[in-house]
Every structure is written in structure tokens, then in C-alpha cells.
């Protein structure tokens, strides 16, 4: 395929007919803020799946603690920290749970619903517009708009 034709984004990304520059901007700029939600989202369940690991080694400290005579420390530290809440009444699960139901999904809907109103569903048409324009004239191996038409090098 010629560097002409390939030269533009595939049907999936190409900017429907009437769409302004200023929108493909701005569903660029939600899109962006949407994969840095999704970011956001699993330094959450980072912190989740930490939080967990910290607390299973609490429990073997505890253990320990008791193999070694020291009962009364195990005590206290199965007593104030095993098993207790990240925040009053919430362990880190309903945190995850909690900024799914009320951020994440609607976010995630609304942009959908965007997507879907103002460019005909075509997901990343700024970012492929973006490539274009970032490629070299008479293009470089391996820059291809087209995935599916990409040759071996």
C-alpha cells in the first residue's frame, strides 16, 4: 500500500463527516481524562490488594508474636490492628466498591454516551488524527495507520 493511501486513519478512527475540530478535542481531552481515571482506579486497587497482603502478615506477626512467649503482644496487635477498618465502618473492598458506583461507572457511561452522540462511536479519533499528524512525510517503516494492513519488515 502506498504512503497516500495509507496515510489516513482506518474506518474505526476516521472522523465521521461534520464533526468540528473542537469536538474531536474535547472527546480527546474526556478520553485522556478517562485513562487517567483508570489510573486512579488501580493505584486503588493497589492499595486494596496492600492493604490485604499488610493485614495476612499482621496475622502471622500475631502468630509469631505468641510462639514466642509474648502473648500479651499479640494481644494488642491482634486486638488494635488485625482486621481493622481503613476508615470508620469501611475496609478497603467498599472503598474499591464505593468509587465504582460512584465515580467510575458513571464516568465511564457518560463517555460512552458521548462517544456514541457526537462521533458516531468512533472511540480515539483525536488520538488517530494525532498520529497522523506526528507521522514523518513519506511516512517511516513500521507508522502505518492501518494496523491491518502493516507489512513485515
Do not use: C
Request: net charge negative.
Amino acid at each position: 500500500m502506498s504512503d497516500e493511501q495509507n496515510s489516513h486513519p482506518d474506518t474505526t478512527h476516521r472522523r465521521p463527516e461534520g464533526v468540528s475540530d473542537k469536538t474531536v478535542e474535547a472527546l480527546g481531552a474526556l478520553s485522556k481524562a478517562l485513562e487517567t481515571t483508570e489510573r486512579a482506579r488501580g493505584a486503588l486497587y493497589e492499595f486494596h490488594q496492600l492493604t490485604g497482603s499488610a493485614d495476612f502478615a499482621v496475622g502471622d506477626a500475631v502468630r509469631l508474636l505468641r510462639e514466642a512467649g509474648h502473648g500479651q503482644d499479640a494481644d494488642l496487635v491482634e486486638h488494635e490492628v488485625l482486621g481493622r477498618n481503613v476508615i470508620p465502618g469501611h475496609w478497603t473492598f467498599q472503598l474499591v466498591e464505593a468509587y465504582n458506583r460512584t465515580y467510575y461507572r458513571p464516568f465511564t457511561d457518560i463517555e460512552r454516551e458521548l462517544v456514541h452522540k457526537l462521533a458516531k462511536g468512533r472511540d480515539h479519533v483525536y488520538e488517530a488524527e494525532l498520529k497522523r499528524a506526528r507521522r514523518p512525510r513519506g511516512g517511516t517503516p513500521g507508522t502505518t495507520m492501518d494496523p491491518t494492513t502493516m507489512d513485515p519488515d
